[in-house]
């Protein structure tokens, strides 16, 4: 009776420790997905250097949730100049992993930003998306140039 009362607890503490490693490897997976690279142009040409890296989950899933609502024009758009900065982030998709790239330009007016997106799409946000999304990918308050 013995040996079936420590066979049984062998069996639970294994199957207990293959549960919460599958469930601390399901987080870990998660958290590492939720971030936004961000490229800063340099010297006036198409050239980006790495600038930041928002990991702060509140901050991605806001920046997302920006992106993602936006008043998006199907349009393919030509700029006077280069991008100011690039950006991308994961999107989940349940068939595949993605990454969502995006071109953005701060007006000259410094109120609000415009986005280009690698699929012909162009948004120019409201001041105060604006304002959020400039502050979460550069750190930095947008202001009147």
Do not use: H
Not at 64 to 91: G, S, T
Not at 100 to 122: C, Q, R, T
Not at 131 to 138: G, K, Q, W
């Amino acid at each position: 009776m013995k040996k079936m009362g420590d066979r049984m607890n062998k069996i639970y503490l294994i199957v207990m420790l293959v549960s919460l490693l599958l469930l601390t490897t399901g987080c870990i997976a998660n958290v590492q997905g939720q971030k936004i690279t961000i490229q800063k142009q340099v010297e006036s040409e198409n050239n980006y250097e790495d600038f930041k890296e928002v990991t702060n989950r509140k901050q991605v899933n806001k920046a997302k949730e920006i992106v993602e609502n936006a008043d998006w024009e199907i349009a393919k758009v030509k700029m006077d100049r280069y991008a100011d900065y690039q950006f991308q982030f994961p999107l989940k998709n349940s068939s595949q992993d993605k990454i969502a790239s995006y071109l953005l330009w701060v007006m000259p007016s410094g109120d609000n930003v415009e986005i280009v997106a690698d699929s012909n799409k162009y948004v120019k946000l409201t001041e105060q998306d604006s304002a959020t999304l400039y502050e979460i990918l550069t750190g930095e308050v947008l202001s009147q140039r």
